[in-house]
């Protein structure tokens, strides 16, 4: 996909414009929607629905992932979306974004589709609900870095998350794959309504709770790190029984998960870093990457 003009305006039909250059030119790979088969629904979120499906004869599924309606939004979405995972493609804890696919509907309406990697273990909070029990301390090390690793390519290529939680963070066998990150520009830009905020608010900084109006910024997803490591740790949502609006109260003034017993300490130290209420204290991601890496070795040295 490299090597194309980027959109400079906003408008819709430029947007339209770009994805059509961009599919003519064959920087992005157009599918032809007749040859996926076996079409199943396997989720929805805010801005459309996602199918899993095969394509031609292949034995492996691929994810297709439509838009509810193609507005000045959703299509400023897609754009963002591919501008962002072109930058990013290459890396293994990133879910891949194989190209494009359209329907011409009845209205004369082109619908289009973003075809992805499918990652047939769900989302990471699926995953662990599944499978926690059966992980050692050697699995959990393992996920947590490869999801460091993941956040560590997008910030070094100036991509904030802004929206990391065990619901948009997939796996694919065992193998983190970090999705949704061309979305969540939108929740700085106040899209979210209120429900859009349950659940997720125990991964929010609460920086952006306390002061109105706050940018997330890249201390904020490793906030969120924070917060899944230990989910990691314990199989578990985070403050799952509070409402939200308990929540939104008490983490700013300090609430926090319990350590799950027998975590390694090196590991309970280094998600109380990321959390912590102040930004300035947590630890950069290049940071987060070498001391999952001293904590897991530490652990290995120990438990032999
Ligand atoms: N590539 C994929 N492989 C497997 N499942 C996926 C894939 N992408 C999405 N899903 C599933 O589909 C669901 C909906 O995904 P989608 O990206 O539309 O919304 P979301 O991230 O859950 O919500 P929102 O867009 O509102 O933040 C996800 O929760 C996940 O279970």
């Known amino acids: ?66 838009f509810f309606n193609l507005n000045n939004v959703t299509i400023k979405e897609i754009v963002n979306e591919l501008k962002l995972q072109r930058e990013v493609d290459f890396h293994e804890n990133i879910i891949h974004f194989f190209g494009i696919t359209t329907q011409n509907q009845n209205d004369n309406f082109k619908k289009y589709w973003l075809v992805m990697e499918y990652a047939n273990n769900g989302t990471l909070h699926e995953y662990l609900k599944r499978h926690f029990d059966t992980l050692n301390w050697s699995d959990k090390f393992s996920l947590a870095l490869q999801l460091a690793h993941a956040v560590l390519c997008l910030h070094d290529e100036g991509i904030v998350h802004r929206d990391l939680h065990s619901k948009n963070i997939l796996v694919r066998q065992n193998t983190i794959k970090l999705a949704d990150f061309g979305l969540s520009k939108r929740i700085d830009e106040s899209y979210r309504t209120r429900s859009d905020l349950l659940g997720v608010v125990p991964y929010i900084d609460p920086k952006k709770f306390n002061i109105q109006p706050y940018s997330l910024d890249k201390k904020s997803d490793i906030y969120s790190i924070g917060v899944l490591l230990w989910e990691i740790s314990s199989g578990q949502l985070p403050f799952d029984e509070i409402s939200s609006y308990g929540l939104i109260v008490r983490i700013p003034q300090g609430l926090r998960e319990i350590p799950v017993p027998d975590t390694p300490t090196a590991y309970v130290n280094l998600y109380t870093e990321c959390w912590d209420g102040e930004p300035d204290n947590r630890p950069t991601i290049s940071q987060v990457v070498a001391k999952l890496k001293q904590c897991h070795n530490l652990w290995k040295y120990s438990s032999i």
């Open 1 to 66: 996909m490299s090597g194309f003009t980027l959109p400079t305006g906003d408008s819709y039909n430029e947007c339209i414009n770009w994805i059509e250059e961009a599919i003519g030119k064959k920087h992005i790979k157009y599918y032809e929607y007749n040859q996926f088969n076996n079409i199943e629904e396997i989720g929805s979120g805010s801005f459309g629905t996602v199918y899993r499906a095969k394509w031609k004869n292949s034995h492996s599924y691929i994810a297709l992932k439509s």
